[in-house]
């Protein structure tokens, strides 16, 4: 046992210190991983349990000002973070197929902050959209999907700022961010125009615009693996292939179930 629980601190240490980027380490939630995941259990509590039990005798709650704010500032901040990712890094000295180096020049530090940190930033906004669902009492939309999707992004984006905060790790941080615009772009219509909940081409878009993206985003990663001197930490490639793999398989399998199987009943 002993041995288990040293080489258990041993390994701890190794992650939280020895690899983690040094310029990013006394940044907020981002010293240890252990305040990260009490928000990500409070989560999981509040939208499953807690606040559905809050709610089962409770009229639902209207909630339409805040939720445009919350989509307007969604799209402000996703925009912001695409604008950045692409003026700093992909449009000025990244390359497509494989950047290999964790950003350390002199954009490195804006990379690292205004892209990667402002990214997770908006993966823990992204969480109150949960919230959102079950205070106006749509649980049925409270999907293992949703909430894996939730979860894991902000389990993701914490690992990118952690330890690889630019680089071929960006891929992810700029499609995403754009998919993001799109999403809460017709999430806002939807409250402010009823009318768009009931256009199905709408819907079938913006699900197939994420399916795309996830496909992107799994193809970027294999490519750093099977790319000769590609020097671009191979780790999290090995951790990202098989999540965006889960993501397509399920987002295929809520497209199917939505926009095809349901046309033929």
Partial sequence: MSVIL????????YLNEEIADSRTQDWFLMRSPWLGLGILAIYLMAVLRWLP???RNKPAFELREIIVAFNILQIIGCGYVFYQSLSLAWLNHYKLICQSSIDDGPYGIDIAWRVCYGYFMLKLLDLLDTVF????????????????????????????????????????????????????SYYLLTVWDSSYKKSMWWKKHVTQIQIAQFTLVLASFLATVVTQDCAFP??????????????????????????????QE
Avoid: C, E
């Fill in 133 to 184: 669902f079950v205070l106006r009492k749509k649980q049925n939309q409270v999907t293992f999907l949703h909430v894996y999707h939730h979860f894991g992004m902000v389990a993701v984006s914490w690992g990118i700022v952690k330890w690889v905060p630019g680089g071929h790790g960006m891929m992810l941080v700029t499609l995403n961010s754009f998919v993001h615009i799109i999403m809460y």
């Fill in 234 to 263: 191979r780790q999290p490639a090995y951790i990202l292939i098989p999540q965006n793999l889960f993501m397509v398989i399920l987002f295929l399998d809520f497209y199917y179930r939505s926009y095809i199987k349901s046309k």
């Fill in 6 to 13: 040293r080489g258990a601190v041993k390994l701890y240490y």
């Fill in 53 to 55: 039990n809050y709610m």
